[in-house]
C-alpha cells in the first residue's frame, strides 16, 4: 500500500433542507485500500459515496482526484464506477449488453468488448450468462452482473453502496469472499459502504466510523474493534459494556467505586471518562478470586459461547465465556488491565454517542 | 390462510367431487362470476351482432357486399382521413406528452400531484361539452376572432377545418397519452439512470438508452388509447369539422341513424381489423409488454 492519496474530501459539506447531513467532513483515501464508511443509516456513509460518484454535489468542499479538483465533474467524466444498492440494472438489455454498456459509449472494438465481457464474466463465476436477461438472475447473480458491468471499465476506484444489503446471510458471506478475492485480483481501491459492522470488520484494510454525518473514528479492523475511540463506536462495533467511570490517576480507572488497573495514562485526575469493556474480555472465576462479586442473571447459549449477564454493583456485565455459569451462581469479576480501554467522554454535542439499534 | 383454503378447494376436482358451485366453489373464481356476466352481455354478444349484422344482408343472407363497402372511394377517402387526421393527433400528443411527463416523473416537488390533477380535472367535465365550447371558440364570431377583432387583427378561420379536428383530439386525449407515459416514468428507478451516466454515458446517450427504452410500454399504451378513439370519433369532426370532414366514424354513424344497420356493421368490422393490425404491429415494438395490450 503506497501513501499516495488517491482521493481527498476536503471540507465537505451538504445538506438538505435543514438536515445537515456531512459537516466539515475530511477523509482521504489511498491507492489500492479497501476502505469501508461504516455507520447507522441517516450517518452520511452514503451521501459520502454519491459525492465521490458525482451523484450529489457538497454543498461546501472539494472532491480531489489524483490532485485534480472534480467536485463540479459529472459522474460520466469520472474514473470511478459505481455498484448500487440494488443493483441497478438495465432490465431491457441481456447480461452481455449490460456489461458492455460503457464499453460501447466509449466506442471500443467488438473484438475487446467480447473479451471484457467473458473477463468479466469469469471473474465473477457466472460464466455463459451472456444472453440471460437481468430479472431472469437470482439477487446474488444480479449484484455480480452489476459488479462485472462496473469492472470492465477499468475504474481506478469501485464504490459499492451496501451492495449485500439485498442478500441472504450465507450468500452476503461468500460474496464477502468473492469481493475480497476481486479485490486482490484487480489491484483497484474499494470504497465500501454499510451499516454491518461484521461486514466491515472483515473486508476492509480501513474503516471510516461514521455517524450524523461526523467520522468517529478512522483506523483498521482490529484498531476500530480493540481501541475504540468513543462510546458511540465501541457500541456500534460488536458488544461491549459501557461504563461511567472516573479516571483516578494513571493506569487506575474508578468503576462504580472499584478501583481497576488499567494500562491507559494521560487523562488526567480524577476526570470523568467512558470505560469500554469487551464481553470477551470479562474473566468470571471463583467469587474471591475476582475484582468484585456478582451474581448470573441470564445465560443465552450463542453457539460458539455463552451469554451472560453478571449483576455486579447494581450494574448488568455482559460476558461471553466458553464455560459456563448457571443463572444464579455467584462469581467474581476478573478484567486483565489491558483489556480495559478508556476514552474521553464527549465533549460537545455534536460528539455525543446515540444509541443505536443493531 | 386464505391462499391454503383456495388451494384446498381447488385440489379435490375429481370427478367424484363434483360440488364445485354453490357455497363451496373456490372464492375467487366465484368473485369474477359478475365480470363474466358483464363480458357477455355488453362486449360478447353485440361483438356477435355487429358480426351477424355486418355478414348478412337485409334478407338475412350471408353476403360480404357491406364489408365491400368500404372500397367505395368515397368511404376509404374517410377512411384515409380518419387515420391521417389520428396519426397526426398522436404524434402530437406523443410530443407534447412526454416531455411533460418526462418533467413530471422527475420534479420531486409537491406540485406534481396538483399538476397531474389539472391534466385530469378536464376528464371529469362532459366530453360533449367541452367538444360545443371548443367550437364556440373557434367559431367565425367565437370568442378568438372576437378578441382578434378587438385588437384588429385578421380574424383566423379554423373552424370546420381538419387543424380544428386535431385541435379537438389532441385536446380530449392528451391525459391518455400523459398519464401511462408519466405511470412507467415514475417507476425507472433513479439509480438505473446514475447507473448509466456512472458508466459513461452523457445525459443524451442515458435518454436514448436507458430512458427512451424503459418507457416504451407507456408510449405504446398511450398511442393506443389515443388513436383508437380518435380513428374511430365521429363527434369531434361533426362539432368542430362542421360534417365538410367527413371521417370514417361519420359513415358509420350515418348508416345507423339512417337505419342501415348492415352497412354500418360491415364498415365497422372492417375499422375494427384495421385496429387490430395496427395493434398488432405497434405491439412488436415492444418487447416488455405493455400494460394495455
Same mark, same amino acid.
Given at each position: ?358 | ?99 411533460? =411527463?418526462? @418533467? ?5 416537488? &409537491?406540485?406534481?400531484? %396538483?399538476? !397531474?390533477?389539472? +391534466?385530469?380535472?378536464? *376528464? ?38 381538419? =387543424?380544428? @379536428? ?5 385536446? &380530449?386525449?392528451?391525459? %391518455?397519452? !400523459?398519464?401511462? +407515459?408519466?405511470?412507467? *416514468? ?108
Amino acid at each position: 500500500m503506497t501513501d499516495n492519496k488517491l482521493i481527498n474530501l476536503v471540507n465537505i459539506t451538504k445538506s438538505y433542507g435543514d438536515n445537515i447531513v456531512l459537516d466539515d467532513l475530511n477523509l482521504y483515501i489511498r491507492e489500492n485500500e479497501f476502505v469501508t464508511l461504516l455507520g447507522p443509516s441517516g450517518c452520511g456513509k452514503t451521501t459520502t459515496l454519491r459525492i465521490i460518484g458525482g451523484f450529489e454535489t457538497p454543498d461546501k468542499g472539494q472532491v480531489i482526484f489524483e490532485g485534480k479538483d472534480i467536485t463540479k465533474l459529472p459522474p460520466n467524466e469520472r474514473q470511478v464506477n459505481t455498484v448500487f444498492q440494488k443493483y441497478a440494472l438495465f432490465n431491457h438489455m441481456t447480461v452481455a449488453e449490460n456489461i458492455a454498456f460503457g464499453l460501447k459509449i466509449k466506442k471500443k472494438s467488438k473484438a475487446y468488448i467480447q473479451d471484457k465481457i467473458k473477463y468479466a464474466l469469469k471473474l465473477v463465476n457466472l460464466d455463459g450468462y451472456e444472453n440471460r436477461m437481468p430479472d431472469s438472475l437470482s439477487g446474488g447473480q444480479q449484484q455480480r452482473i452489476a459488479i462485472a458491468r462496473a469492472i470492465v471499465n477499468e475504474p481506478k476506484v469501485l464504490l459499492l453502496d451496501e451492495p449485500l444489503g439485498a442478500l441472504d446471510l450465507k450468500l452476503r458471506q461468500d460474496m464477502q469472499y468473492e469481493l475480497i478475492r476481486l479485490k486482490n485480483e484487480l489491484g483497484i481501491t474499494f470504497v465500501y459502504v454499510t451499516h454491518d459492522q461484521e461486514e466491515a470488520l472483515t473486508m476492509s484494510d480501513t474503516i471510516v466510523v461514521m455517524n450524523q454525518g461526523y467520522i468517529q473514528q478512522i483506523g483498521t479492523p482490529e484498531e476500530i474493534y480493540n481501541e475504540p475511540k468513543n462510546a458511540f463506536v465501541a457500541d456500534f462495533i460488536g458488544d461491549s459494556n459501557i461504563f461511567p467511570g472516573i479516571m483516578v490517576e494513571d493506569k487506575l480507572v474508578n468503576i462504580f467505586g472499584v478501583n481497576f488497573v488499567c494500562v491507559d495514562t494521560g487523562f488526567g485526575h480524577n476526570k470523568p471518562v467512558d470505560v469500554v469493556i469487551r464481553p470477551e474480555d470479562i474473566d468470571l472465576v471463583k467469587p474471591d478470586d475476582g475484582i468484585i462479586k456478582g451474581v448470573v442473571t441470564s445465560l443465552i447459549f450463542k453457539g460458539v459461547h455463552y451469554e451472560m449477564e453478571v449483576h455486579a454493583c447494581d450494574h448488568d456485565w455482559l460476558v461471553h465465556s466458553t464455560d459456563l455459569f448457571p443463572v444464579g451462581t455467584e462469581v467474581g469479576i476478573w478484567v486483565d488491565p489491558f483489556d480495559i480501554q478508556i476514552m474521553n467522554k464527549p465533549e460537545s454535542e455534536d460528539e455525543e454517542a446515540v444509541e443505536v439499534e443493531l | 390462510m386464505k391462499i391454503r383454503n383456495i388451494l384446498k378447494n381447488r385440489t379435490p376436482r375429481s370427478p367424484l367431487n363434483k360440488n364445485t358451485t354453490g357455497p363451496n366453489m373456490p372464492k375467487a373464481r366465484w368473485l369474477s362470476f359478475p365480470y363474466m356476466i358483464w363480458m357477455t352481455g355488453f362486449i360478447i354478444i353485440p361483438l356477435i351482432v355487429i358480426i351477424y349484422y355486418g355478414l348478412t344482408n337485409q334478407d338475412n343472407n350471408f353476403t360480404l357486399d357491406n364489408v365491400a363497402l368500404i372500397l367505395d372511394p368515397m368511404n376509404l377517402k374517410a377512411l384515409g382521413q380518419a387515420f391521417e387526421l389520428s396519426l397526426v393527433s398522436t404524434v402530437i400528443c406523443l410530443l407534447l406528452a412526454y416531455p411533460l =411527463a418526462m @418533467i413530471l416523473s422527475k420534479s420531486k416537488m &409537491n406540485s406534481t400531484n %396538483f399538476i !397531474v390533477m389539472i +391534466i385530469i380535472l378536464p *376528464m371529469w367535465m362532459n366530453f360533449l361539452l367541452r367538444t360545443i365550447a371548443w367550437q364556440n371558440i373557434l367559431e367565425k364570431t367565437g370568442i378568438i376572432n372576437t378578441v382578434l377583432k378587438f385588437f384588429k387583427l385578421p380574424a383566423v378561420n379554423i373552424i370546420n377545418t381538419p =387543424a380544428a @379536428i386535431i385541435l379537438g383530439m389532441v385536446y &380530449n386525449f392528451l391525459p %391518455f397519452m !400523459v398519464l401511462p +407515459i408519466y405511470n412507467v *416514468m415514475i417507476k425507472i428507478d433513479q439509480d438505473v439512470i446514475n447507473a448509466a451516466r456512472d458508466l459513461g454515458a452523457n445525459g443524451v446517450q442515458t435518454f436514448l438508452k436507458i430512458i427512451l427504452p424503459l418507457s416504451i410500454p407507456g408510449v405504446i399504451s398511450g398511442i393506443t388509447m389515443v388513436f383508437v378513439p380518435s380513428l374511430t370519433t365521429f363527434v369531434i369532426s361533426a362539432i368542430l369539422g362542421g360534417n365538410k370532414i367527413v371521417l370514417i366514424g361519420n359513415v358509420i354513424e350515418q348508416q345507423f341513424r339512417v337505419g342501415n344497420w348492415h352497412a354500418g356493421s360491415g364498415m365497422s368490422l372492417v375499422l375494427m381489423i384495421f385496429i387490430l393490425i395496427s395493434m398488432a404491429i405497434l405491439s412488436k415494438y415492444d418487447k416488455e409488454g405493455s400494460s394495455l395490450w
